[in-house]
């Protein structure tokens, strides 16, 4: 079982747990006020019997006496105000239990929506894509919430994961020092001139300004625990209430979907530690053999999957790690200058697989094993492991590309050279035309 499906099944334990707790609390109060209202229909009941029995054993007579009349009107006065006295209890009773009705099905409704948004997260997305989904489910809620943010902590610093109703520009800012930060200073409802006098004293207003938030009249801030450390908050934002009074049970999103917003930063962390740790080994390859191109082959090759609509993120990853299992070769073969040996030319070969073996072992880099394994492969299947064009994945043809450009640009080949031998490759079978032609247009663009 993965690490994100295990979190998930956590907190889908915990959300029925939070719910029962939560029903089972305003079904007594339902329970309470009907109680109420049977005792005082007993109480009514009871004067009403007491007199029934005093007509039935005091029976009207033509000679009653005038004191007994007075009794009898006594009793009766004494009865009407027993029943005007709970008749006010027993309406406001009666609306005390619609009350709570209402509050049970708001509830009821509440934690539905909780769990259809559980539902629909997919554990193995980004937590930035997460956090966007959660935040936009959680405004659709409530009617007079126009925008929001969730700001998390990371590496010692707070960043913004999701906006909505805000420019983009949100996401570029950081804060060290969380007294700088509203969403993390207060809890529940807030007004929006203190935001702007926080804004003014720390000298952000004008930044602020700029992606909107100086529209706000009043928000609610929901922060997010773990265990005592305040680790963000989710922020609901109106811009037309100047207060926005939202239920207190709200609070549940900070436990549910702030937890597991926070144990994926924690687990993206790690992967990006990982991720330096190879890079660092990558690099050490570089410097071994005098080719220092990993980074700058990464950062092209980057550019160019942009242009042909795949990841580049992974793309990026891929090409700094794609010689990795080079650590695995001895300097002997690798820095050696004359002509290599069967054996040695085979040796070298090994590192895709070398490089393959090492990123397929955890869960978080097989999606770039594979364009390691195949970056040395050719488009007419003369490749190290014999994939042709299509069967070849495109990061992997681009890397291919990439890497042969900076290594004869390394050798002190001229750009015009370069091009003249990547095309007669292309004709030969080696690479893919198209990379190529998008590589010669970048290059004569920025002038590389």
Known sequence: MSFEILIFLILS?????????????LRGTVYKDSLNITNKLAKIEGSLNYFQNYLEYSPIEEDMEFEEFESIKRSINYLQEVVIENEEEILKSMEDIEKSKKEVEELNKFLISIYEILAKINPKDSVENIAQFI????????????AGSIILKQNEKYKYFAQFGYDEKLKEFEFSNEDNVLALKYEGYVKGDILRELNKKEGFSEKF???????????????????????????LDSFVSENLNLPK??????????????LKVLENDFNKMFFEVLE?????VDERVGKKHSKVVAKLSKKIAKEFGVNPEKTWKA????????????????????????????????????????????????????????HHERCDGNGYLGLKYEEIPIESRIISVVDAFYTMKIKGFKVEDIFVLLEKDVENGKFDGKIVKKLKEIVKERNL
């Open 13 to 25: 334990f915990l959300f029925f747990i939070i719910y029962f707790l939560m029903f089972f609390n």
């Open 135 to 146: 935040l936009e489910k959680i405004i659709s809620l409530f009617k007079n919430v126009n």
């Open 209 to 235: 300004k700029e992606i909107g938030s100086d529209k706000i009249k009043s928000l609610y801030v929901i922060p997010i625990y773990v265990e005592n450390e305040r680790m963000g908050a989710i922020c």
């Open 249 to 262: 049970y709200v609070d549940i999103f900070g436990k549910i979907f702030g937890n597991f917003l926070i």
């Open 280 to 284: 660092f080994f990558a690099v050490s």
């Open 319 to 374: 090409a700094i790690l794609h010689d990795i299992g080079k650590i695995m070769i001895s300097d002997r073969v690798l820095k050696k200058t004359g002509r290599l040996t069967k054996d040695e030319l085979d040796k070298i070969k090994e590192h895709v697989s070398y490089g393959y073996e090492l990123l397929n072992r955890f869960r978080f880099f097989k999606d770039i094993a594979n364009i390691v394994l195949y």
